[in-house]
């Protein structure tokens, strides 16, 4: 069974570009998360999907972070005008119900200059 | 708000030696606990998940829930230098919901042979 995939592993960009992520979850598994990963940190949510719904982004900063689930599978999240203080590592992890376990793919590295 | 404080920040062992990490949580209804690795550059693998007090062993890894103590640790048996990572403490449930998992920030375990 393949696992999450997230694309592209790592993006440079200089302060004020856009850049977006994309996230392949595990076939079948309906709820989707976005996490944040700050070096030395823990990841700290983001955002959440039940299918194409979303559950819970009261921690996603909404004036540049967009996070979509059109068809309920693949998701984006998508950072406009990217500032220094978003270098961190953006997570992806599926779960197939509520409450069960999350599984997390590899990440996206991002750094901004 | 929920909050979760690992120590120590790292921990160097033998190969062979056991290693022993700590989490202590801050909402004492909380009801799920697990223990995540994070090697370098890729994503989270979840070693163990508890969700009442005691012992649950999967394999070499031993996590310890001790709620009205607000505390739970991971034992590592035998440690081997490929064990060599950031651990990472996650709570949920209660409050939160149990889809929400609070991270902590990480120990960073070095095995040396």
């Known amino acids: 069974e393949a696992g999450v995939t997230q694309s592209p592993r790592y993006a440079v960009l200089q302060e004020g570009q856009a850049v977006s992520f994309w996230c392949d979850p595990i076939?079948?598994?309906?709820?989707l998360y976005w996490y944040q990963q700050p070096r030395d940190q823990g990841p700290q949510l983001l955002v959440y999907?039940?299918?194409?719904?979303?559950?819970?982004n009261s921690q996603l900063p909404s004036d540049r972070f967009s996070a979509v689930r059109p068809k309920g599978t693949n998701s984006t999240l998508k950072i406009q005008s990217a500032k220094q203080g978003d270098t961190a590592t953006y997570l992806c992890?599926?779960?197939?119900?509520?409450?069960?376990?999350?599984?997390f793919g590899p990440g996206t590295r991002l750094t901004v200059l | 708000q929920q909050k979760v404080q690992q120590s120590p920040e790292s921990l160097t062992v033998s190969e062979g030696a056991m290693a022993s990490l700590n989490c202590t949580f801050s909402?004492?209804?909380?009801?799920?606990f697990r223990w995540y690795r994070q090697h370098s550059a890729k994503g989270l693998e979840v070693l163990v998940s508890?969700?009442?007090?005691g012992e649950k062993e999967e394999g070499r890894f031993t996590a310890h829930l001790n709620r009205a103590n607000l505390h739970v640790s991971l034992h590592i048996r035998e440690p081997q230098p490929s064990d060599s990572a950031v651990y990472l403490c996650?709570?949920?449930?209660?409050?939160?919901?149990?889809?929400?998992?609070?991270f902590g920030q990480g120990t960073v375990l070095s095995v040396i042979p």
């Open positions: 992890a599926s779960s197939l119900i509520n409450y069960a376990e999350q599984f």
């Open positions: 076939s079948g598994h309906d709820t």
């Open positions: 999907f039940r299918d194409e719904a979303v559950i819970d």
């Open positions: 909402d004492g209804t909380s009801n799920n």
């Open positions: 508890i969700f009442s007090d």
């Open positions: 996650a709570v949920s449930g209660a409050t939160g919901g149990n889809n929400k998992l609070t």
